[in-house]
Nanobody
């Protein structure tokens, strides 16, 4: 398994931007597909974005399409989530996850999870 540590969360006003990072341990990062998920208070955890091993293929939830961008740097063992035009409904704890299966969109296909980072968007 791979160890994951998220960073970059915080408080931002609606319309603002944040970039989340997820650093992975180990030398096999490029073998994992990666995903970002989020969980808002009182709600189930949901898929946000996913990316293939080399980064050529990306996937997004409809709610973030056009506003969020997932990317990865395999040389740095890091996956990113650039979040623009943030809305109050984006407020949640954001988790990154590592898996082996394509497409990287279903929680059940991810075996390693980070501890999460809080994103709060004020109106």
């Amino acid at each position: 398994q791979v160890q994951l540590v998220e960073s970059g969360g915080g408080l931002v006003q609606a319309g603002g931007s944040l970039r989340l990072s997820c650093a992975a341990s180990g030398r096999t990062f490029s073998r994992y597909v990666m995903g970002w998920f989020r969980q808002a208070p009182g709600k189930e955890r949901e898929f946000v974005a996913g990316i293939s091993w080399g980064g050529a293929n990306t996937y997004y939830a409809d709610s973030v399409k056009g506003r969020f961008t997932i990317s990865r740097d395999n040389a740095k063992n890091t996956v990113y989530l650039q979040m623009n035009s943030l809305k109050p409904e984006d407020t949640a704890v954001y988790y990154c996850a590592a898996g082996m299966n394509m497409p990287p969109v279903s929680q059940k296909d991810f075996g390693s999870w980070g501890q999460g980072t809080q994103v709060t968007v004020s109106s």
